[in-house]
């Protein structure tokens, strides 16, 4: 049974630039969030996606979008890239019939912004 | 709002000593607690959650959590350290729904031979 998968594992961009990350859920779960890891802090809700659509958001611009796809997959999106976005983004998947409360984390992409 | 403060960005112990790991939150309603472990280049793992049951919560690899709502704590323990206990711990409170965790900024803890 795969857990949650993100890709890429890593990645490069420059100021400016766009970058879509992507997740694929545990198997059985509906429900995919994503946060925001800086160096040497807690991780940041940036959103939450169930049944395709954005069911909450956390304190992020708008700049930071996002996209959940039938097969319960999703994107996160960020434009116009700033070097305060370099962290570690995680997704996180739960069942939203299930137990909701249990997050199963993704190891995460790291995205360096130069 | 809700919050979580974990007091002790690094901690360190000795092999076989008592961990203790400092969690305080600020919840405006009952809230929902959540120790969380981070390996070098995972992500994070549950290790326990209070939901309002049994104040003392039991985990994974021999963790434990007592919620004191006077002192508004949920802090971590194990009894005896073990050198692969060494990792990052994150406590974190959620909303009602589950839709929202807050991550405090995370303890680092070291486990000397």
């Known amino acids: 049974d795969a857990g949650v998968t993100q890709s890429p594992t890593h990645l490069i961009k420059t100021r400016g630039q766009q970058v879509t990350l992507r997740c694929s859920p545990k198997?059985?779960?509906?429900?995919v969030s994503w946060y925001q890891q800086a160096l040497g802090q807690g991780p940041q809700f940036i959103f939450q996606y169930y049944e395709e659509e954005e069911r909450q958001r956390g304190n992020f611009p708008d700049r930071f979008s996002g996209h959940q796809f039938p097969n319960y997959s999703s994107e996160l999106n960020v434009n116009a890239l700033l070097l305060g976005d370099s962290a570690l983004y995680l997704c996180?998947?739960?069942?939203?019939?299930?137990?909701?409360?249990?997050?199963?984390f993704g190891s995460g992409t790291q995205l360096s912004v130069l | 709002a809700q919050s979580v403060t974990q007091l002790g960005s690094h901690v360190s112990v000795s092999e076989g000593a008592l961990v203790l790991l400092r969690c305080n939150y600020s919840?405006?309603?009952?809230?929902?607690l959540f120790w969380y472990v981070q390996y070098p280049n995972q992500g994070l793992q549950l290790l326990l959650k209070?939901?309002?049951?049994?104040?003392l919560v039991k985990g994974i690899n021999g963790f434990e959590a007592e919620f004191k709502k006077s002192e508004t704590s949920f802090h971590l323990t194990k009894p005896s350290a073990h050198m692969s206990d060494a990792a990052e711990y994150f406590c974190?409170?959620?909303?009602?729904?589950?839709?929202?965790?807050?991550f405090g900024s995370g303890t680092k803890l070291n486990v000397k031979p």
């Open positions: 209070y939901t309002s049951a049994a104040t």
């Open positions: 919840s405006s309603v009952p809230p929902y």
């Open positions: 198997s059985g779960h509906d429900t």
């Open positions: 974190a409170v959620s909303e009602y729904n589950f839709n929202k965790f807050y």
């Open positions: 996180a998947s739960s069942s939203y019939r299930g137990t909701n409360e249990k997050l199963f």
